[in-house]
């Protein structure tokens, strides 16, 4: 038996120990074959690390090399996406160099300019979704609490502006994103990256950082949401978050679009043995199990944003069938109708099929 990080788990592993979510409920029973699915689940439940059989995991449950050129690769070589990233790279350098000077040295952000060039990432591009598609297809680069900052700005800010908030809102929904983690700035760099088992002296050390991150933001120039989601970004609507355990109302509403944001960009990001997670896949997971968790009208209009911008996309399904997103189920986001050839496939009424990739 051995202790892996999720980063580090493939399909077909199997579960050593029961793995239970921070209020103890049963996630994963022991002598469970991991899956994509699973795998991606502890995403949601904060889950790190956990522990797996010694045994050689079972193959034919990794998800089957995508073919080439996949839609991401076709993304990755347009020159859309090489601006992007040439933007992306910029401003993440920016914003490094400005969040070591306040951890460091206490010195004084410059949100406004941090902000900027973090909203003109987002206006260079002709669409938003454009934005998520390129982000996921980023995750590769770089994993650090920085690029995740990075991404989680700009997903609030495409979410703030499907929920037809004004401008000034959307700068605030983006400016939560790119300071929520920073309390995680102040967290010793050995327990932040380590790959292994966190003590559970070191788990408590991660669990501060929202605090740690509010009391940052107190000595500087921001708006009292910046905090509140620096703060309250780990709650969850039903109360199993921390550090305070709010529900509902209690938590501030720019908390509840980053908690969303947050764990999107975390569930989508690569592994050692895929890519990005296909969004298909993601929304399956949440409609699983967040809707409680979740400010339910945020997420559902996230949700159903995201699988919309997917119509007319082509896909490749578990069986191996490829077919054009035709319809979306509104009561089952994940299962919309596919068209294979002359055949239609309601995948709401086909709970073995999925969409596996967007090709
Ligand atoms: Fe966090
Ligand atoms: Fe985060």
Not at 310 to 336: A, F, T, V, W
Request: with cysteine.
């Amino acid at each position: 038996m051995k202790r892996l990080s999720k980063l580090q788990l493939i399909p077909g592993m199997t579960v050593a120990e029961d793995v239970l979510s921070f209020h103890h409920q049963l996630l994963i029973p022991k002598g469970t074959v991991l899956t994509d699915k699973l795998i991606t689940k502890l995403d949601l439940y904060g889950v790190m690390s956990i522990c797996v059989e010694d045994s050689i995991p079972d193959i034919s449950l990794v998800p089957p090399a995508p073919k080439v050129p996949s839609y991401s690769e076709r993304l990755k070589n347009s020159e859309d996406f090489l601006q992007f990233k040439e933007d992306y790279q910029l401003n993440l350098d920016c914003f490094h160099d400005a969040m070591n000077r306040v951890v460091e040295k206490n010195i004084k952000l410059d949100v406004g300019t941090l902000l900027k060039s973090a909203l003109n990432m987002v206006a260079n591009r002709s669409g938003q979704v454009g934005v998520l598609d390129m982000l996921q297809n980023m995750h590769e680069f770089d994993d650090s609490t920085y690029t995740h900052s990075m991404n989680v700005a700009l997903i609030c800010n495409v979410l703030a502006t499907w929920l037809n908030l004004d401008q000034n809102e959307i700068e605030l929904a983006t400016a939560c994103g790119l300071f929520h983690d920073v309390g995680k700035m102040l967290i010793p760099h050995e327990i932040i990256s380590k790959p292994g088992k966190l003590s559970p002296e070191e788990y408590a050390e991660v669990q501060k950082h929202p605090i740690a991150g509010y009391d940052l933001l107190l000595s500087q120039d921001v708006d009292k949401h910046v905090r509140f989601a620096a703060l309250m970004h780990h709650e969850r609507n039903d109360g199993t978050g921390y550090p305070m355990h709010l529900v509902g109302n209690q938590i501030d509403k720019y908390a509840r679009m980053v908690a969303i944001a947050d764990v999107y960009d975390a569930m989508t990001a690569a592994r050692v043995y895929r890519g990005p997670l296909c969004p298909f896949r993601a929304i399956e997971i949440f409609e699983a199990e967040g809707y409680q968790r979740y400010d339910v009208n945020y997420l559902l209009t996230f949700l159903e944003n995201v699988v919309s911008t997917y119509i007319q996309s082509r896909c490749l399904l578990s069986d191996g069938r490829e077919g054009d997103i035709i319809y979306i189920n509104k009561d089952k986001l994940s299962r919309p109708i596919v068209q294979c050839g002359r055949e239609y496939v309601n995948l709401a009424e086909h709970p073995d099929l999925t969409i596996i990739e967007i090709i």
